[in-house]
C-alpha cells in the first residue's frame, strides 16, 4: 500500500546523523566559552568556570529558542536560528537555567571563584 | 478511515502501525463533525462529505508557522494557501474554524498580518489559541491584542456552538523549568467555573496547542497539569481534545475522552522518539504535502461521535 511505503521512506530520512560536537572543556577560564544548542538540548548540559567568564550560547537549531536562568538571573530574548547571547558569571555558584519555550531544555553553569573553591553556594534560587 | 478510531467501549488505544498509517496521510486539516457528542475520523474530506452531508462541521487547522524559511519547508506561505484553497473547495462550508496554535514562527507583526491575510480568505470565524510561537514578542502583547479580544488570562475562553461547549486553554504561557505544557491555577480555577453548572450530557470540545495528555514527555509533549483538567471533564460524556504542536496526527479514545492532534500546515514533525530531537522533519518535496493538512469535524445531533476527518494538502 502506497502509504505503507512512505512510511518507509520517511523513517529513511529520519536516519540523518547527528554528530554532537565533543564536549569542550568543561572547566573554561575567563576570556568566554560556548554552549551549543543542538537537537533541542544544551550542550554541554552542565559547565563548570570560574567567576568572570562570559558564556555565549549559540542556538543551531531550525527552531527558535531561549536562554532562561531558573532564577530569573537573566534571560535571552528569542534565538533564531544561529542567533547568539551572551551573559557574564560574577559570582560564583550555582545557575541552573531553561528554554523558555521548550522546557524541558535545561542546563547548569557552576561559577567557581577565582582562587578554585569548590565550595560554591546554590543560587539557582535566587532572583 | 474506520480503523483509526477506537471503540470506547473497548477502550483501546491506536495501535503504532495504525498511527504510523495515519501520519502518513496527515497533514493538511481536520474536518470534525460532531455527532451526538464524540467525535471520530470518518476518513478524507471527501468520503465524508459525501456520506455525512448534515451536522455541525468545523475546522481545525494548525501550527502554520508563518515566517519559518528553513529548508523543511521555505514556503509555509504557499503551503497555509494550499489548505486555506481546499477548505474554499468543501462541498459543505463548515460552521467556523478553529486553530490550535503557532500561527506565527517568531511572533513578528509582519508573521501575524500574512497569517491573517491567508486565513480570512476562508471567510469563516476563527477561534485561536496561543502555541509557543505566537508568544515571543519582547512584551508578549501582540497575541492577546489580535486574538484576546473576550478572553481570560493569558487567552483562554469559551463558547457554545449547536449544542456543543467549546473550551480553548492557553498551555504555553509560564512554563516552568524542567516542565511540559501547563495550564496554571487560574485557568483552572476557570475551567472548574465554567464547567460547574453544565449537564453532563452536554458534548464537550476542549481544544489547546501543546497535547493535553502525556504523549512523548522525553520531547516535552504533553501538559503537567492536564490531569487536573481531565478530572473536571471525566463526568461527561462525550469529551474531544484537540491539540497541534507535534506536527503529526495522533489519536486516543480513553474512556469518554477522545485525544486528537492535528497536522501542521507549515512542516512535519518525526514520530515520538524515531529522531534526536523534534526539529522540523526535511522530507523530500514531493512527500511535504501528504505530512501536511486540516481537519474536519462534524457533529450530528442524536448520534454518539464526531466526525474527524484529517485532510493531507495532496488529497
Not at chain 1, 536562554?67 to 555558584?93: E, I, M, N, Q, R
Not at chain 2, 486539516?29 to 478524507?44: D, K
Not at chain 2, 476563527?126 to 512584551?139: C, N, R, T, W
Not at chain 2, 479514545?253 to 518525526?270: D, I, K, L, R, Y
Amino acid at each position: 500500500m502506497k502509504r505503507a511505503r512512505s512510511c518507509g521512506a520517511f523513517a529513511a530520512t529520519l536516519t540523518m546523523a547527528i554528530v554532537l560536537s565533543a564536549a569542550p572543556s568543561l572547566f573554561a577560564h575567563a576570556g568566554g566559552i560556548e554552549v551549543k544548542i543542538d537537537n533541542f538540548s544544551f550542550t554541554p548540559q552542565r559547565l563548570t568556570v570560574k567567576a568572570g567568564t562570559t558564556v555565549t550560547w549559540i542556538n543551531g537549531d531550525d527552531i527558535p529558542h531561549t536562554v532562561a536562568s531558573s532564577g530569573k538571573l537573566f534571560k535571552s530574548k528569542t534565538l533564531d536560528t544561529d542567533d547568539a547571547y551572551t551573559f557574564t558569571f560574577t559570582t560564583p555558584g550555582m545557575y541552573e537555567y531553561f528554554c523558555s519555550l521548550h522546557p524541558h531544555m535545561t542546563g547548569t553553569v557552576v561559577v567557581e571563584a577565582e582562587t578554585g573553591s569548590r565550595d560554591a553556594p546554590d543560587r539557582s534560587g535566587e532572583p | 478511515m474506520s480503523e483509526f478510531y477506537s471503540d470506547p467501549d473497548r477502550g483501546t488505544g491506536v495501535s503504532r502501525r495504525k498511527i504510523l498509517e495515519c501520519m502518513t496521510w496527515a497533514g493538511t486539516g481536520v474536518l470534525w463533525t460532531i455527532a451526538g457528542g464524540v467525535p471520530h475520523t470518518m476518513g478524507i474530506i471527501g468520503e465524508t462529505m459525501a456520506a455525512e452531508p448534515s451536522g455541525l462541521t468545523f475546522l481545525q487547522i494548525s501550527d502554520s508557522h508563518v515566517g519559518f524559511d528553513k529548508p523543511a519547508n521555505p514556503n509555509v506561505i504557499g503551503t497555509l494557501e494550499e489548505a486555506i484553497g481546499k477548505i474554499n473547495t468543501l462541498p459543505v462550508k463548515p460552521s467556523f474554524m478553529i486553530h490550535t496554535g503557532d500561527i506565527s514562527h517568531l511572533s513578528k507583526p509582519a508573521e501575524f498580518d500574512d497569517a491573517e491575510r491567508i486565513i480570512s480568505q476562508a471567510r469563516l470565524d476563527v477561534h485561536y489559541v496561543p502555541g509557543e510561537h505566537d508568544l515571543i514578542d519582547e512584551e508578549v502583547k501582540l497575541y492577546r491584542e489580535r486574538y484576546g479580544r473576550g478572553t481570560k488570562g493569558t487567552g483562554w475562553y469559551s463558547f457554545d456552538a449547536a449544542g456543543v461547549h467549546f473550551i480553548g486553554l492557553v498551555n504555553v504561557a509560564n512554563l516552568k523549568a524542567g516542565g511540559q505544557g501547563s495550564l496554571g491555577e487560574e485557568q483552572l480555577a476557570w475551567l472548574a467555573d465554567d464547567l460547574q453548572d453544565r449537564s453532563t450530557s452536554a458534548p464537550i470540545v476542549v481544544f489547546a496547542h501543546i497535547p493535553l495528555w502525556a504523549l512523548y514527555p522525553a520531547w516535552g509533549w504533553g501538559t503537567e497539569d492536564s490531569g487536573r483538567a481531565l478530572d473536571l471533564l471525566k463526568r461527561f460524556g462525550s469529551v474531544t481534545v484537540l491539540n497541534g504542536h507535534i506536527h503529526q496526527v495522533m489519536q486516543k479514545v480513553e474512556g469518554n475522552v477522545t485525544f486528537h492532534t492535528a497536522c501542521s500546515t507549515a512542516f512535519p514533525q518525526p514520530a515520538p522518539g524515531t529522531a534526536p530531537s523534534p526539529g522540523p522533519m526535511k522530507v523530500p518535496g514531493e512527500k511535504l504535502r501528504a505530512l501536511l493538512g486540516v481537519t474536519d469535524v462534524t457533529f450530528k445531533t442524536g448520534q454518539q461521535r464526531l466526525a474527524i476527518i484529517d485532510r493531507p494538502l495532496n488529497g
